[in-house]
Structures are given as C-alpha cells and as structure tokens.
C-alpha cells in the first residue's frame, strides 16, 4: 500500500509543481481596469480558464482595486462551470469569508449547495486537490460540511430546507441514525408546509426501517413510524408520498410480524404445541394484513385439523 502512494506521488509532484511555476509580473503592464475588461470578455465567451487566470491576477496583484472584491467569486464561478468543485467550493468559502462586497452572497451559497448535492450524490474529489489528477476521493464530509454551511448562511430558505433534507439523508448512509431524524423533525418544524417537509416525513419512516433491519427489532421505532405517518396524513393528506410511506411501515410491521410467525414455527418445530400456537395467533392479532398473518393462518387452520379427532 506504501508503494502504491509513492508511485502516485511521484507522479503527481512534477504535474503540481507545473501549477506553482513562479511568473514575473511586468509592472507596467496592464491595469487593473484593462485586466477587468479582459475577465469580463472572457465572461462573455465563456472561457472558464481565462476568467480564473484575470481573477486570480486582479486579486493577487491588485488587491486593493474594486475589481478584486468579486474576483473570488468569479473564480468560483468558473471553476463551478469546469466541475471542479473541490477548487470552487475553496475559493466560493474565501470570497464569503473574507470580501467586504457580498453583492453576490445568494449565488455563492446556491453554488455551494449544488456542490453538496453532487458530493453527496457521489461525485469524488481530485487527489492532493489537484484539477490534473483523477477524482478519486470520497467527498461525502465535505457534502455535509457545506450542507450546514448552507442551513447557518440562509435559515429560514427553500435552501436551508432542501440542505437539511440532504444533511439528514447522509447522516443516514453514515448510520448515525439519531441525529438523522433530529435533523428532519427540524426540517419539519421550522418548513411545515414546504415540499421538502413532506419529504421529510417518508424519510423518517425509511430510516426506522433501516435501523429494524441493521440494528434490532424494537418495538418503540414501529410505534415511532406508525405515529409519523399519522402526522404525515394530517400535516400533507393529498400528498402522492403518502401511498410510499404506508408501503414503508407495512414493511416494518412485516419485519416483527415475520418474527413472531418463526417463533411460532420454532415451537412448532420442538412440539411445543400450545406455545406455536400462541405465537401464530398473536401474529394474526397484531399485524393481520401481514404476510406473515396469512401464513399463520393456514398455520392455525392445519393444527386445528390435526388436533382435531
């Protein structure tokens, strides 16, 4: 593993160090008012790599002129275009952090959360942050580290809402379940009529199935879902996710139900006859529309057959 770093260390060190090339700058060249017309053409054209070459030259070797207080952002922007978005959401944070003119504050923060988005949706980082090497890093904590950078910058926005949506669902893939439906449950209370609310509501009943399914069979969680899914049906009662969500619960009433049916069986397997059937009709009684119900059923109906002279 050692040598495998090495090897792609030794490659990229002559291709970043094409990246710090020291170039002398010609004090009489142009100013900074000639270098803006020349970032704004390049903006005009579409040229990405010029508009970060003007931006970078005005912010660097004219610090102090107006045109430099945006040339963070332009340079986020282009790099955005480009899809590098490791480099836009770098330089996007430093305009945010540092420019006294936020002339474009919502842009930047949209910008950021649609680089969360793609992060969390799978898109990787470059190694060693480089735009000439391949993107090979995870960058799901980088997703959820923008995501709340998103919700602290505008609140109370349709951002803010769809930025704690997608928080939550990362801190499910990362099985921090917990806070996951913290996160939702604020969701809900601060947007309660926003689209993503609604979303909300079926993400919170997935996640309880997940943990039935990946920790233990916990008899609070379904109750958890089954009163989620009420205040789903009073707080969106036309929403089409409905019909999903109660999929979402039969499914995790299908997983306790299922329990109790092989328990059943179990006894039945050992000629504990009373217990087998003790467990099939309690299957039948708690959860009837079940899968697992029927098969208790035909369960109940053979034993009777059988005990019966």
Excluded at 237 to 244: D, F, Q, T, V, Y
Aim: glycine share 2%; aromatic share 12%.
């Amino acid at each position: 593993m050692r040598k495998c770093f090495l090897f792609i260390y030794l490659i990229a060190l002559p291709l970043m160090a094409l990246e710090e090339e020291d170039l002398t700058w010609d004090t009489e060249g142009p100013t900074a008012t000639e270098y803006n017309s020349y970032l704004q053409e390049a903006l005009s054209d579409k040229d990405w790599w010029a508009v970060i070459d003007y931006s970078d030259i005005l912010s660097y070797h004219f610090p102090t002129s107006p045109f430099a207080q945006e040339s963070a952002y332009l340079m986020g922007l282009a790099y955005y275009h480009l899809d590098q978005y490791e480099l836009a959401n770098q330089t996007l944070t430093a305009y945010l952090n540092h420019s006294s003119n936020h002339s474009h504050f919502e842009e930047a923060i949209r910008m950021k959360f649609e680089i969360a988005e793609s992060f969390q949706k799978g898109k990787r980082k470059p190694l060693f942050g480089s735009h000439k090497m391949p993107c090979w890093v995870p960058a799901k904590e980088d997703a959820l580290q923008i995501y709340e950078e998103v919700i602290a910058a505008l609140p109370h926005s349709t951002l803010a809402a769809k930025a704690l949506l997608g928080k939550a669902k990362l801190q499910t893939e990362f099985e921090d379940y917990k806070p996951a439906v913290e996160t939702l449950h604020l969701l809900i209370r601060r947007f309660p009529k926003d689209e993503a609310a609604a979303a909300a509501y079926l993400e919170i009943n997935r996640i309880y199935l997940e943990q039935c399914k990946n920790t233990s069979l916990d008899l609070d969680l379904l109750d958890l879902a089954e009163v989620n899914l009420r205040k789903f049906h009073l707080a969106f009662p036309r929403e089409l996710r409905l019909k999903e969500a109660e999929t979402v619960v039969a499914e995790t009433q299908e997983l306790f139900a299922q329990n109790l049916f092989e328990t059943g069986r179990f006894f039945e397997r050992t000629h504990k006859l009373p217990a087998s059937l003790l467990y099939y009709n309690k299957v039948v009684a708690k959860y009837p529309t079940t899968k697992a119900a029927e098969s208790a059923r035909q369960k109940l109906d053979a034993l009777q057959k059988t005990s019966t002279p």
